[in-house]
Nanobody, 118 residues
Framework: QVQLVESGGGLAQAGGSLRLSCAAS????????MAWYRQAPGKQRELVAG???????NYQGSVKGRFTISRDNAKNTVYLQMNSLKPEDTAVYYC????????????WGQGTQVTVSS
């Protein structure tokens, strides 16, 4: 089984920064794509940023230039550096990992709350 544990959420002021981390553990041969999603109250979960095992990245338009996704394959960890935060970034942030040769193949973290005050 594979577990994803997120950390780094919290409260920030508009214009501030936060860094999220998500560490995968368990029986892992390798991890393919990793990503961060978020879900605000009353809204659907949406992709924020994704990164392949080779380091290629993609971003939702509203976070381009402000957020940076990265990963450490040796540590099975993905990060999300969030700068110039806005109140509309307030949401629960979830990490996702595609793990081949595992029981489920697709795993989610428990979520971490990010709140940005104006």
């Amino acid at each position: 089984q594979v577990q994803l544990v997120e950390s780094g959420g919290g409260l920030a002021q508009a214009g501030g920064s936060l860094r999220l981390s998500c560490a995968a553990s368990g029986t892992i041969f390798r991890i393919n794509d990793m990503a961060w999603y978020r879900q605000a109250p009353g809204k659907q979960r949406e992709l924020v940023a994704g990164i392949t095992s080779g380091g290629s990245t993609n971003y939702q338009g509203s976070v381009k230039g402000r957020f940076t996704i990265s990963r450490d394959n040796a540590k099975n960890t993905v990060y999300l550096q969030m700068n110039s935060l806005k109140p509309e970034d307030t949401a629960v942030y979830y990490c996702n990992a595609k793990v081949p040769f595992s029981k489920a193949g697709d795993y989610w973290g428990q979520g971490t709350q990010v709140t940005v005050s104006s």
